[in-house]
Every structure is written in C-alpha cells, then in structure tokens.
C-alpha cells in the first residue's frame, strides 16, 4: 500500500509529521487512550510525505473528540483511530469499563488503588483477591548475571512477565468472513489457535496450537482490566529503586496503541496517590518525560520534536541529552503533556493498519529524591517506569506495495524489534551478553533492563484467520521468550494466583510504607518478594497437561460446529524432572531444535504424501480413460505442483531457522564453557 492516508492537523500541535509500517514476528504501537475517569488521548500522527526518514514529516492531527475505550469522551489522536475502528458494537456495561462482550466474571478486575490501597494497607486481602486481579506480573526469573559488553560488571535482575491480549474481530475482518480462530479458557493461562490446513487430497483440517502465557486477556477484558493485570503491580516497586518496562508487540493492528495508551495515565494516578498518602513528606517528586525514536535518532516529543542525543556516561548510564523532563503534580498536567507528545508522534499507513506508528515512542514516568528528601538539594532518580509504543510492523512479504520510505522505515523497525526481543531474551536466559547496542531502541533502555528492573511484555493478537500466521508468529516468539525464561508457563488457575500475588504486592506495600525510606537499598525486600512469588515449581514451557506450550496437534474438520474440537490424542511427552533451580537452558535450546527438526519432518513426509498422491491419481485418471484425460491430468498436476513448490519453500525457511537455533546453540555452549571455565 502506498503510504496513503495521512492526514490530521491540529491547531495547536507545532511540528507534527507521520508515518507508519511493518515485520516478521512482532510488532508494535502507539500511545494513549482513556482510562476508567479520564483522558483518552493518543494520536498517532501522520506524516507528511517527506522522503528523509531522519526528519520525520509535519503532521497534524483532528481535534474531534471521540469516545475511546472505557467510555469517556476524549480528544485527540484517537480520532485517527476511528478509521480503523472497525470493530463490533461495543457493549457498555455501565460500570464504566469498556468491553465488547463483556464478561461479568471479570467485573470487578481493573480496580485502581481507589480501591484496593486501603486493603493493601491494612494488609487484608480485599474483594479483589478472589478475582484475577493483579497477577503479580512478576514472574520470576530473578537472575543474577553479567553485562560484559562494555567490560563493565552489571547485576542484571530482571523478572519478565508475559501477557497476551486478545482484541476482539474488526468490521473488516468480519467483511471479508473471517472466523475467530482463537480461543482461551475461563480462568486459565491457555490460548489456543485453531490453524486451517489442507491436506494433499485439498480436504480441510484443522491444526491446534496451544499456548500458556502467565496471563490471557481475551476481548472481553477491559482497559482497566489489562492495567490491573500488568502495569498495576509494578507501581509499588518503583518507589524501591526499580526501573520497570512495560511494551506490547504484534502484528500492526493487532491493538497494542489501544492496550498501551491508557497505561501510564492510570499509572501516574497510582504513583501519585503513594506519594501523596504512603509517602507524605518523604520528598519524592515525579517527572515525565516523552521522546520518540525515528529512523534511528531521538526526538522530544514534548518539547517541539527537539532533537536529542543519546550519550552514556562513566558509569555506563544512559543519558539523553536535551530531554526536556517534566515536574508534575497532577493527573491533568500529566494527560495534557502526554497529549501534546501523542500529537507530534509520527504515524502512517501500512497494508494493515491506517493509522500506524512509525516510530517507538518512549514514556517515562521518573520518581525522583534528594538525599535528605528536602527539596533544597538536587533530586536523584529512585525508579523509572518506561511505556513503550512500539512502532507497527508488517512481515516483509506484507508491504510489497509500501512505498520506499515505509520500507526503510519497516526495516529499521524491524532491527530494532529484532534488538529488544534479543536482549529480553538475554536477559531471562541469563547471557553474560546483552546486546543492547544492536539498536538505539536497546541502547536507550539499557539503564531500564539492568540493574533491579522489570519487563512486562503484552503480546497483541487479531483473532481473524487472515492473521493466522501473524498470530503463530507472535505467540510462539512470546513462547520463545517464555521458555528461556525460569518457570514460568505452567498452565495454572488463575483466581488462586490472583491471591496469592495480591498477597505478595500487600506485602511489598506494606514493607515500604513501614520502612523509613531514607534507606533505599532495598535488596532484601526486592529478594523476598521475589521469593514469595517464585511459587511455581513446575518445569517450565510444559502445561499441567504435559502438552510442551505452543506445540501444535491436528484433527479433522468434520462440521462446523465441530470446528475446535479436538479428537486427536494429545501427545504427552515426559515431563522433565524440576531441578532445584528451575532452570533448564540446555534443555530449552534442545526442546526447540527437537521442535524445529519435528517440524521440518513433518514438511518432508507431506511432500512425500503429495508425490505418492499424484502418482496415484495419474494412474487413476489414465486407467479411467476419460474423454480428456491429458487436461484434467494437467490441471491436477499443476495444482499439486503448486503445493509442492509451497512445501518445498516451508522446508527451506525450517532449514535457515534450524540452522539459525543450531548457530544459538553453538554460541550459548561457547558461553557456557567459558564461564565454567572461569
Ligand atoms: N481490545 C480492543 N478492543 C477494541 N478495539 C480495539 C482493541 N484493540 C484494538 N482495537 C482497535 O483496532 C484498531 C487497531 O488497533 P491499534 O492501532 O492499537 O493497533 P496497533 O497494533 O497499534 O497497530 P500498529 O502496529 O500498526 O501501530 C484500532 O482502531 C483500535 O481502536
């Protein structure tokens, strides 16, 4: 597509421009949207059709207002949204929450700290402890490594979290009669994507990919809801010297801007009533901060798209030079910074999505402290909460008719998306290497993964059988991920969960607002709230059903209505035996290049199939003597060839990626020998 569709202009927004486009697994988003009370802004801008990737174009942006997600009535950048908001009628619930099908079970999930902080205080266990409220987020993979990049000794204490949101069907999706081929539980960590195939015979049937993620949103969960699950637990520990991450990636237009937006609004709400009732008079201060990564190079985005320079200083610590930073007081102050930022980001248009960010843009939430908490020394930061709205990306076989500026910007997307899954990966695998310089997305979040840092992850899913593939892609490089991950993954009831995290964050909030705060070390508390969540002893990448995540099985489509029924017999492969430290690295990597070699077998023996069925039906059709039978033979033929040449090129890609996981294998054991070596 070319990139067509820019528009916007705002009477207030100075320099603006847009841009927009796409990658192979992930992708990304933009900014800001409604939350329960408030402010639904966002924007993606467009961008003018400026051929110099460095200098983002001018764009404008509508000022209409719109009734974003929870209800409420905003202006802003998400007037653009409603291009592309092709979705079901929403079904309003009168609770103020947003939903499409809404489920009453979930109701009272996605409650801010209006509600729960009194109990947290108190230290009971309030309504919401027996709803899938707050899941801890923090999965475990509490690690401690070394960053030698820079030859530099860095503790690495990352705990990544993995959620999924699934959006629900969009209007065109439902034109073009696509089915929802997704499905999840109640109450469970499973999602399941039901894959259409043909067999070499041209008959349908249906392959079943099953996932468990730490959490599944499925389309019913609200805004609030994906806050209280993901950003919400963190809040606390950033008051404790954490630097916290969170960012959603998937296919573009898959919902990550409409899940990102609302979420640092709703954070600061939260940050701001600690400071203001656990932490009165301790001298903490907040700032904002806004800038966009574009074509490599940093602009302010609350400061006139200024352009900044990334440096790092001795310490190795990432500094952005000219980043205008924001004291704030107030929610208000906060939503009309945000506002302004979202109105100068740069968006466009891909295949897939009229309004895509074209750039990453980074919000940062910063709390800050004197030494004796009086505000007449300088402030020193405590803990940084970064959002991050990826920019979009499409698979390079999507953007064939992308003009070339949305193509070099696809491919500068697509390294740093590349980058940051790289470096989570580092991060939970426990590499001594983390290679944050292979972006400047990495780079300038390096000071945000090391040290004692969180990341929560939202993967963005579209239900469309049109996204199949992209859905595949996303969910399994999020089970990647997972798996090299320490414990997580095991298929679990979400409410007892819920309690048991809830439980976890009280004690945490209780531990800081007893504590004096003037000590902010905090490697004690850090460690035994990481303990009390390193609950799950079960190996990880394996469910209760000992069906390895994300593997896939096949079964027949007898009807319709039999569609997700699965009568194949699911394969349980042996469960290892839990090691006392949760971990299996070795066995991960061997896991996947099994995967990948199943794979790559499976491809062969349906090109043997296929062979075997030709020849059969040319015998067929010879010994039938048909009036015809040279043409009905040649129109078989060329069908069949068509899916051999489709197999053959499947089996070629299975090969580069085995190959690819063999490269990691060799590497990781070099690093392995090294450092037992050491
Ligand atoms: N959970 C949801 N409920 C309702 N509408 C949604 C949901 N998720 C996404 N949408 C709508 O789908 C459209 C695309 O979503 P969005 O712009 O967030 O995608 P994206 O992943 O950020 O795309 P890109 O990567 O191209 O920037 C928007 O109109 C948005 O309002």
Redo the contacts with the bound molecule.
């Keep these: 597509m070319s990139v067509v569709g820019r528009q916007m202009s705002r009477s207030h927004s100075t320099a603006h421009h847009h841009r ?2 796409s990658d192979n697994f992930i ?4 900014w800001l ?1 409604s939350s329960s009370q408030d402010f639904g802004y966002g924007s ?1 801008m467009n961008r003018s059709l400026q051929s110099n990737p460095s200098t983002p174009p001018v764009c404008s942006r509508s000022s209409s207002l719109r009734n974003v ?1 929870d209800g409420h009535v905003s202006p802003g950048l ?1 007037d653009l ?7 079901l009628p ?1 079904v309003q619930d009168g609770s103020g929450y ?3 099908s809404f489920d009453q079970r979930r109701s009272s999930r996605g409650r801010s700290f209006d509600e729960s902080e009194p109990n947290l205080l108190a230290g009971k266990v309030g309504s919401r402890s027996t709803k899938r409220l707050p899941e801890s987020s923090l999965l475990k993979s509490f690690s401690g490594s070394v960053d030698k990049e820079c030859g530099l000794v860095v503790t690495v204490i990352n705990c990544s979290s993995l959620k999924v ?4 069907l ?1 209007r065109k999706e439902m034109g073009k009669k696509e089915g929802d081929i997704i499905t999840t539980e109640p109450n469970s960590n499973a999602i399941t994507v039901h894959e259409t195939k043909m067999k070499v015979d041209l008959t349908e049937y249906m392959e079943k990919h099953e996932f468990v993620f730490d959490s599944v949103l499925d ?1 019913g ?1 609200s ?1 609030d809801e994906v806050y209280a699950e993901t950003v919400q637990p963190v809040v606390p520990l950033i008051f404790q010297r954490t630097k916290a991450t969170c960012f ?1 990636y ?12 609302p979420l640092p609004i709703k954070a600061s709400q939260d940050i701001l009533r600690l400071m203001i009732h656990t932490y009165r008079n301790q001298g903490f201060q907040l700032f904002v901060s806004f800038f966009e990564i574009y074509g490599g190079k940093l602009f302010d985005l609350i400061n006139d798209r200024k352009k900044l320079c990334m440096r790092e200083d001795g310490k190795q610590q990432v500094c952005i030079v000219g980043l205008q930073e924001y004291k704030v007081f107030d929610v208000e102050t906060i939503r009309e910074l945000i506002e302004r930022g979202n109105a100068t980001r740069s ?1 466009g248009t ?1 295949g ?2 009229e ?3 074209r750039s990453h843009a980074i919000l940062q939430l910063v709390i800050k402290r004197s030494a004796d908490g009086s505000e007449s020394k300088p402030a020193r930061m405590v803990g940084k909460l970064s959002f991050i ?6 698979r390079g076989a999507d953007t064939t008719d992308n003009d070339k500026q949305t193509r070099m910007e696809g491919a500068e997307i697509n390294k740093s998306l590349l980058a940051l899954k790289e470096c989570i990966r580092a991060l939970d695998s426990d590499q001594g290497h983390i290679p944050f310089r292979g972006s400047k997305l990495t780079e300038v979040l390096r000071d945000s993964f090391v040290g004692n840092s969180r990341t929560v992850m939202i993967s ?1 899913i579209s239900p469309g059988s049109g996204s199949c593939e992209h859905t595949l892609n996303t969910l399994r490089y999020a089970d990647r991920v997972k798996s090299l991950s320490k414990g997580t993954g095991s298929k679990r009831d979400l409410l007892s969960s819920s309690t048991l995290n809830l439980r976890d964050s009280t004690a945490l909030l209780q531990t800081t607002s007893d504590d004096s705060i003037t000590d902010f070390p905090s490697d004690k508390n850090m460690f035994v709230w990481s303990m009390s969540v390193d609950r799950d002893s079960s190996p990880p990448h394996y469910n209760l059903d000992g069906v390895p995540s994300g593997r896939s099985q096949s079964y027949q489509v007898s009807a319709p209505d039999d569609r997700w029924r699965n009568d194949a017999p699911t394969k349980r492969p042996e469960i290892p035996t839990p090691q006392p430290n949760n971990f299996y690295p070795d066995e991960d990597l061997n896991d996947l290049l099994m995967e990948e070699e199943d794979l790559i077998s499976a491809h062969r023996q349906q090109v043997e199939e296929t062979i075997d069925v030709v020849k059969e039906e040319m015998d067929l059709l010879v010994a039938a003597d048909e009036p015809e039978p040279g043409n009905q033979i040649h129109d078989y033929v060329a069908k069949l060839n068509t899916i051999l040449s489709q197999k053959a090129a499947g089996i070629l890609q299975l090969q580069t990626r085995l190959a690819q996981f063999q490269r990691h294998l060799s590497e990781y054991n070099v690093i392995v020998s090294s450092s037992s070596g050491n």
Excluded: I, W
Excluded at 27 to 30: E, L, N
Excluded at 165 to 168: A, G, T, V
Excluded at 389 to 394: P, T
């Design positions: 927009q486009y992708d990304a988003s933009k949207q993606k997600g998400f949204h409603s291009f592309d908001t092709e979705l929403r947003e939903g499409y949101r699934k959006r629900p969009n389309e969960v805004n959603a998937g296919q573009t237009g898959s919902g990550k801007t409409y899940t990102m937006q968006t891909t897939a999505n309004e895509s960010s709205d990826l920019a979009g990306s499409e963005c």
